[in-house]
């Protein structure tokens, strides 16, 4: 019964490659977000949907696309992936207030 | 500029004593703050929250407490257990779109 579900939770590929990072909610939120973690652990959102559509977008490199099918699903595809985007990727959800978040995906550039 | 900051990055408690853990915010304008607790290998679970128009909120052995006129925000733990070791960070939503401002983040060890 996971209400915010991320896939894969791994992800390691070279420098280049695209890749795309999985999100799905099952609490019925209108509203999702993509964050970025580094390795200090300093969270950063990067973008915010509401109803499939773009409401936030955070000065994040155009490499980054994210890609809301429905208002249960908000994806991001990187294109030429770079040392720098190694983090931890981590989605969430929100009605209101209070975010939810998906149990992260580590990606690592090699 | 906009800036969700905490005093001490790294916490040490023995076991059953209680924890707090301090947060610095700079935005006027928040009106809702929230603690999330991360656990290794996982996302940043809720923990607690509180509007702008409260200075104290309890829940089951955590307490928030909101200082406006300092803006600063604490989270209380009560009888800290093992369980708790996590990074703990507190976030302000400063009424942009839903946006929330996450704090630099304080790692609690709990020692047995």
């Known amino acids: 019964d996971t209400a915010v579900s991320q896939t894969p939770k791994y992800l390691v590929t070279q420098m280049g490659n695209d890749k795309s990072i999985k999100c799905e909610q099952n609490?019925?939120?209108?509203?999702m977000y993509w964050y970025k973690q580094d390795s200090k652990k300093f969270l950063k959102i990067m973008f915010s949907?509401?109803?499939?559509?773009?409401?936030i977008n955070e000065t994040v490199p155009n490499r980054f696309s994210p890609k809301s099918p429905d208002k249960a699903h908000l994806n991001l595809h990187i294109n030429s992936l770079e040392l720098g985007d190694s983090a931890v990727y981590f989605c969430?959800?929100?009605?209101?207030?209070?975010?939810?978040f998906g149990p992260g995906t580590r990606l690592t550039v090699l | 500029g906009e800036n969700v900051g905490l005093h001490l990055p790294t916490l040490s408690v023995q076991e059953g004593d209680n924890s707090i853990i301090n947060c610095a915010y700079s935005n006027s304008a928040s009106d809702y703050f929230i603690w999330y607790k991360q656990e290794s290998g996982k996302g940043p679970q809720f923990i607690i929250d509180i509007r702008s128009n409260m200075d104290k909120r309890q829940g089951q052995r955590v307490t928030v407490l909101l200082n406006k006129t300092v803006k600063h925000l604490s989270l209380q733990i009560a009888a800290t257990q093992p369980g708790d070791s996590a990074v703990y960070f507190c976030?302000?939503?400063?009424?942009?779109?839903?946006?929330?401002?996450f704090g630099q983040g304080t790692e609690l060890s709990v020692k047995p």
């Open positions: 949907y509401n109803n499939k559509e773009l409401i």
């Open positions: 609490l019925g939120h209108d509203t």
């Open positions: 969430a959800s929100t009605n209101f207030d209070t975010q939810y």
């Open positions: 976030a302000e939503n400063n009424n942009q779109g839903g946006k929330l401002i």
